[in-house]
Every structure is written in structure tokens, then in C-alpha cells.
DNA sequence: CTTCTTGCAAATGGTTTGCATCGAC
DNA sequence: GTCGATGCAAACCATTTGCAAGAAG
């Protein structure tokens, strides 16, 4: 629980550095977010808090993200949806997106030769990139093949 | 302006077949947004239709925005922004976004073998693709010069 | 004339904020 | 003690929706 893992220790130089407090709510979102979730919803970040007794405000819950993502623990995305969808980065990690628009669940594929063809794209453009996210629709194997059924 | 594009085939033809009507409103969007526009959001598109004289409601345009993109000519993203952003869409045209976080800008970029890997990440996944985007953040080189200047 | 559309204003729903109280340090 | 943090409820804001009045076919 307390175990002093690289993120938890980049958290709290975060805070420091900015003159913030490391409060009992704060320790226990990281927890929550570091110890079980991929991927989460606002929402799911609130339920998951009360089940576990550790109850804190939507408004709290809200703010810490804010600060997780700002200083790139938790990373911020649409997924072209009506609500923002958090999830939680370990150092050097990266990956995309694919979004079932059957079933909603969202996969996640690595293809670092993407993510080269990438650093060529930002060089011809002169951009100097900071992020990115890539996101592929559709449907997953599953509800292809239900969907192959219902057509007849 | 009532000039027969494949796009506005399309357009009528997909009207048609639903049993909905050509209505002055609908028409008068599909040309706002065919012949000046590449990104907008639905605001522009009220704020130029106000400029022209062809006064449309917000809610007719989102109306028109969710029938324009039921039938593939318009692309409704999130740029991880608060709200949805529209394009006008060609057929066989593709295309991929560099967002600058400094001044706001998108820029376009084409890279056809980011899109070949795409395709073997689907067949690896066994995912049958519908769509995809694919964002990159960072900074512009005019923002990026200005950024360096700013440190010292 | 029937059915689909429009505009308005009200509703929605995720996210943000003002304020009084509470807790870190 | 001093500031920052929290929880609550209210505010926000882009988008959606119900409804009565208006046009398309």
C-alpha cells in the first residue's frame, strides 16, 4: 500500500513542488488508480472509492485527476464519447486504441513501427511532439460475428 | 452553388432514402460547410450562417451535423478538447491531425503506411475496422521558437 | 393534408467552481 | 496558526430534446 514506487514518488515531488498538501484523499485515489485501473471513467473512480470505504467527493476526485494528469501520471482522453476517459501511465509505456462500437470495450495494441513513422511525420512537419493517441473503431470479434448473424 | 457534387448526390440520396426532406435549412448548411470549411465546430458554423443571412438555429445545425455524419460526408472528432469538432470529408480522402497546445492550430498530415500498420494491427487483433483517428500534441515551430526564446 | 422540420426554451449530464469548514504541516 | 484541501450544492456549457407552429412533398 505505501510501497514507494517510482510514480508514487514522482507524485509527491509534483506536489511539493507546487506548495500542495499530500492529503488522505489524494494518497488514496493514487492508491486506487496505481493498484487496480487500466483504463476508468470519472464515475467508476468514485464508485470504486465508496465500495472500498474510503469515500471522497466527485469534486476531489475531479481535481486530483487534474493534478495526476498534470503532471503526466494519468493521461486524459475522449474517446469520442461524452465523457472523458483517464488512464493510468507507467514510465516509457505507451499504446493505443482499439474501440469496439458494439460493445464499447476498448483494447489496447503496441506497434512501435507507428510510432516511428510518427517521429518522421513531426520531422517533416517541423512540430516538436509532446503526446499522442490513436484511436481505431470498430467492431471486435465477437460482435462481428453477431452482427454476420443478425444480417442473415 | 446548386452545382451536382458526388457529395451532394450522396447527400440527397441519403435523404431520400430515409424519407426526410430537403428543407432551405439543410441545403443552405451543406453549402456553408462544403465550400469554405475543413475543421469547424458547431459554433462556427452558427456564427457563418448568422454572417450570411441564412440564420439557422443551433439545434438544426447540430440536427443537420448528426445527419451529415450518419452519411460519412461530415467527420465528427474530439480533440480531447471540451467539445466536438466537425470536417468535411472526400471520398477516399484521409487524413490525420497535428494539434499544436501552444496557439490551437490543427494541422493535416497524410502518412499511408501509418496506415498499412493500422491494417495488421487489425488483423492481428482480429478487429474489423469502421474508422480511426489518430492525434498527435505538441508544439507548431513558430510556438516552439517562441517557447525556446521564452526560457532564455 | 400528412409527415417531417424548425426554433425556442428547457432539460441533460459530465465537469468545474464558490464558499464555509476542515486538516496538513 | 496558516494556507491549502474538502464537500456540498450551485454553476457551467456543449449538446440534446419536447413541443407547438411551419414547410415539404
Request: charged fraction near 35%.
Amino acid at each position: 500500500m505505501t510501497e514507494m514506487t517510482e510514480e508514487r514518488r514522482l507524485f509527491a515531488e509534483f506536489l511539493r513542488r507546487r506548495g500542495l498538501k499530500t492529503t488522505r484523499e489524494r494518497t488514496a485515489l493514487f492508491d486506487e488508480i496505481f493498484s487496480t485501473h487500466r483504463h476508468f471513467d470519472a464515475d467508476d473512480l468514485v464508485a470504486r472509492m465508496r465500495e472500498r470505504d474510503r469515500k471522497v467527493s466527485r469534486a476531489t476526485v475531479y481535481r486530483t485527476l487534474e493534478l495526476l494528469h498534470a503532471c503526466g501520471l494519468v493521461n486524459r482522453v475522449r474517446l469520442s464519447d461524452e465523457k472523458y476517459r483517464y488512464e493510468r501511465m507507467r514510465v516509457g509505456e505507451h499504446h493505443d486504441h482499439l474501440i469496439c462500437t458494439g460493445c464499447h470495450r476498448v483494447f489496447e495494441f503496441v506497434e512501435p513501427r507507428i510510432e516511428e513513422l510518427q517521429e518522421a511525420v513531426c520531422t517533416r512537419y517541423r512540430f516538436r511532439p509532446s503526446s499522442h493517441s490513436h484511436q481505431i473503431w470498430g467492431l471486435c470479434e465477437g460482435c462481428a460475428a453477431e452482427k454476420e448473424k443478425a444480417a442473415g
